[in-house]
């Protein structure tokens, strides 16, 4: 789990978790954006993990400029369904 300057700046996640380049490079095999807008900063961070899923409601959002795999829609109703998908062991058809 980690997330964007703006989720740091907010208190939701201690700041060893933001990614970027004034944060940490990761480099997953799976990296889920959820909410985030791809802001060339956070992308420094994380454009070389090895699959991108990106969810977000706009559809013109940075991100998916970079995504493997985009999912437009709000991310409470996305995530959720993600989550219950991958606990039925289902595959995500995208
Ligand atoms: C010098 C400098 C260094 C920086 N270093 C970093 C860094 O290391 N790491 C970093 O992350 N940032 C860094 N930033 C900040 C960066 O420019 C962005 O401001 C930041 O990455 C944006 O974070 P965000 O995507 O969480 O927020 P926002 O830009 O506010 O984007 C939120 C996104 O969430 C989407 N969204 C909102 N609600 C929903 C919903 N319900 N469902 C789906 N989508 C939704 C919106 O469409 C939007 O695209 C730096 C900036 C500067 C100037």
Not at 5 to 26: C, F, K, M, N, Y
Not at 35 to 49: C, D, F, L
Not at 68 to 92: A, C, S, T, Y
Request: hydrophobic share 45%; with cysteine.
């Amino acid at each position: 789990m980690a997330g964007t300057r703006v989720a740091v700046e907010e208190g939701w996640i201690p700041a060893e978790l933001q990614v970027g380049q004034t944060g940490q490079s990761v480099r997953p095999e799976l990296y889920v954006a959820c909410g985030i807008s791809g802001a060339i900063q956070h992308r420094a961070g994380m454009m070389n993990s090895r699959y991108i899923i990106a969810v977000n409601k706009d559809p013109r959002a940075p991100i998916f400029q970079v995504a493997d795999w985009g999912i437009v829609g709000d991310l409470h109703e996305v995530v959720p369904e993600m989550i219950q998908q991958f606990k039925k062991g289902n595959r995500l058809a995208l």
